[in-house]
């Protein structure tokens, strides 16, 4: 059976999947591929790729999106299938690009817990309220991985090319799921891809934000099991 590798978002680890690879590590094989040592996205899917089998099934969530997507410039062939969750194709803003030194110089200032508690988390979940266990694991991933990882992340997502006319070019079995609620990469957006990529099946995940992989997990989990058996 093919094996699936998961691509983290920003300031996240394996955890962000941790529904999803109980449910479906129970019969394939599931990794969770670091995107976290260097700052631009064609390094990062270099080293996803250097690391991977042969062939194997690909999903990543937010920035992990954003590398999987860029893996699938470097590698096409090796990609089986594809699923990108709450993510963007497109290159970042100015605007957005403008909030970036400022995060940084913050960070690296001793400021992570206050620039994730301030300027980040606030925008993942659709109930925050509701969920206080999942802010607080946002927060221990974030702090586990640390300043360094956020500046080297921060990067990548400033300086990241336009993939849509990758993803145009996408053959294989490709799911665009994405939280109903998610402000960070709303539901157009995730539209746009699907028509984008030829055959694909798009999946909007109610009472999830951003990160429906822990806000929904059973009706995420079951979509991605479509998907990797279709």
Same mark, same amino acid.
């Given at each position: ?5 998961? +691509?983290?978002? *920003? *300031?996240?680890?394996?955890r962000? &999947?941790? =529904?999803?690879? $109980?449910?479906?590590? !129970?019969?394939?094989?599931? @990794?969770?591929?670091?995107?976290s040592g260097h700052?631009?996205?064609?390094a ?9 089998p =042969?062939r &194997? ?12 997507m860029?893996? #699938?410039?470097? /590698? ?11 993510t963007?194709? @497109? ?6 690009q ?5 995060q ?5 200032a001793g400021?992570?817990?206050?620039? *994730?508690?301030?300027q980040?988390?606030p925008?993942?979940?659709?109930? /925050?309220?509701?969920? =206080?266990?999942? #802010?607080? +694991?946002?927060?221990? *991933? ?5 300043? !360094?990882? &956020? ?6 997502l400033?300086?990241?090319p336009?993939? !849509?006319?990758?993803l145009?070019g996408?053959?294989? =079995?490709? #799911? ?18 699907h028509? !984008? ?9 109610e009472?999830?934000?951003? #990160?429906?992989?822990?806000?929904q ?12 058996? $279709?």
């Open positions: 059976m093919t094996p699936l590798i998961l +691509l983290p978002g *920003m *300031m996240c680890d394996g962000l &999947f941790d =529904p999803q690879i $109980a449910a479906l590590g !129970q019969t394939r094989e599931v @990794r969770v591929a670091p995107i700052s631009s996205t064609a990062l899917a270099a080293e996803v790729l250097a690391h991977a =042969p &194997f099934a690909l999903a990543g969530l937010s920035m992990g999106g954003i590398v999987a860029e893996v #699938l410039a470097q /590698a096409p062939d090796r990609i089986e299938r594809l699923a990108l969750l709450d963007n194709p @497109r290159a970042e803003l100015p605007e957005v403008a909030r970036r030194a400022p940084i110089a913050a960070v690296e400021g992570l817990r206050q620039v *994730m508690a301030e980040m988390i925008n993942y979940l659709a109930d /925050a309220a509701g969920h =206080p266990d999942l #802010l607080d +694991l946002c927060m221990e *991933m974030a702090l586990d991985l640390g300043p !360094q990882v &956020f500046a080297r992340q921060s990067l990548a400033r300086d990241r336009d993939r !849509q006319e990758v145009a996408a053959g294989m =079995p490709t #799911l665009i799921l994405c939280g109903r609620a998610d402000r960070l990469c709303p539901v157009e957006r995730h539209e746009l891809m028509r !984008q990529v030829p055959g694909s099946n798009l999946e909007i995940i009472g999830a934000g951003h #990160l429906p992989t822990l806000e997990p059973e009706h995420t989990t079951a979509a991605l099991a479509r998907w990797l058996e $279709a």
